[in-house]
C-alpha cells in the first residue's frame, strides 16, 4: 500500500450504531487529520494529530471521537450520530518540521446515516 | 473566524487558459495551498506559496499577493483531464489549512 488508505470507503449507518473509521498512511509523515466534505461546502477540519497527540480540536461534538494509537494509524469513532452527519470523512497527513508540509489525502469514507 | 472565496464555477475550452481568483481574510497567514479534486476522489496538492509572487510548475502557476490577501490559479494549455474542482486553501497556524468552498472547472472540447 503506497500514500493514505481509508477504510471503508463506503458506511451506512443507523443512529444507533457504533461505528469506526480508520485511515493508515504510509508515508512516514508525524501529522494525520480529519476532515468532513459536505456537498458545495468547504472542507472542514475536525481534529489534528502529532506525533499521537492531539493539537486541534474544532468544536466538533462528542458523537465524534478520534483515536491515534501510534504515528501511522488514525481513527475516528462514531456514536449516535444524526442525519446531517452524512457526508465524505477525509483523512490525511503531512510531514511537518521545516515549514508546513502538504497535506496529502486518501480517498475518504461516504458516510449516510440513516 | 475565516473567510475565504473563490468563484464557484468557470467553463473554458480546450487549450485555452483560465485563472481562478481566491481572496482571503484570516487570523494568522502560514502560506497558501491549492488543491485539485476529481470528482469522487480525494484532494491533491498542486502548489504552495508562501512569498509574494508567482510559483510555476509546469502547465500549473500560482501567485500570491499578502498584502492584498489575493491569490490565483493559473491553468495553461487546458486539457479535459483538468475539468475538477479547485480549492484555494489557508495555513493559518501550526497546523489549521481552512479551505475555500472550491471553484468547478469544466473544460469543453
Known amino acids: 500500500e503506497t500514500g493514505v488508505t481509508q477504510t471503508p470507503r463506503h458506511l451506512v449507518m443507523g443512529m444507533t450504531n457504533k461505528k469506526s473509521l480508520k485511515c493508515e498512511q504510509h508515508?512516514?509523515?508525524?501529522?494525520m487529520y480529519w476532515y468532513k466534505q459536505s456537498a458545495k461546502k468547504p472542507l472542514e477540519l475536525m481534529f489534528v494529530?502529532?506525533?499521537?497527540?492531539?493539537?486541534e480540536n474544532n468544536s466538533v461534538p462528542s458523537r465524534f471521537s478520534p483515536e491515534c494509537p501510534n504515528s501511522s494509524h488514525l481513527f475516528l469513532h462514531l456514536h449516535t450520530l444524526q442525519p446531517e452527519d452524512s457526508a465524505l470523512y477525509l483523512c490525511?497527513?503531512?510531514?511537518?518540521?521545516?515549514?508546513?508540509?502538504?497535506?496529502?489525502f486518501g480517498p475518504g469514507t461516504r458516510l449516510t446515516v440513516t | 473566524g475565516q473567510n475565504i472565496d473563490q468563484p464557484t464555477e468557470m467553463t473554458a475550452t480546450e487549450g485555452a487558459i483560465v485563472q481562478i481568483n481566491c481572496t482571503y481574510q484570516?487570523?494568522?497567514?502560514?502560506?497558501l495551498f491549492w488543491y485539485q479534486q476529481h470528482a469522487g476522489e480525494a484532494p491533491t496538492f498542486l502548489s504552495y506559496?508562501?512569498?509574494?509572487g508567482l510559483e510555476e510548475k509546469g502547465r500549473f502557476s500560482s501567485f500570491l499577493s499578502r498584502s492584498k490577501g489575493y491569490s490565483y490559479l493559473l491553468l495553461k494549455e487546458l486539457q479535459m483531464k483538468d475539468s475538477a474542482s479547485y480549492l484555494c486553501?489557508?495555513?493559518?497556524?501550526?497546523?489549521?489549512?481552512?479551505f475555500g468552498a472550491g471553484t468547478t472547472v469544466t473544460v469543453r472540447a
Open positions: 490525511a497527513s503531512s510531514q511537518e518540521d521545516r515549514g508546513p508540509g502538504e497535506q496529502y
Open positions: 508515508l512516514g509523515h508525524n501529522a
Open positions: 494529530y502529532s506525533l499521537e497527540e492531539r493539537v
Open positions: 484570516t487570523s494568522g497567514f502560514n502560506g
Open positions: 506559496n508562501v512569498l509574494d
Open positions: 486553501a489557508v495555513r493559518d497556524g501550526d497546523y489549521k489549512l481552512s
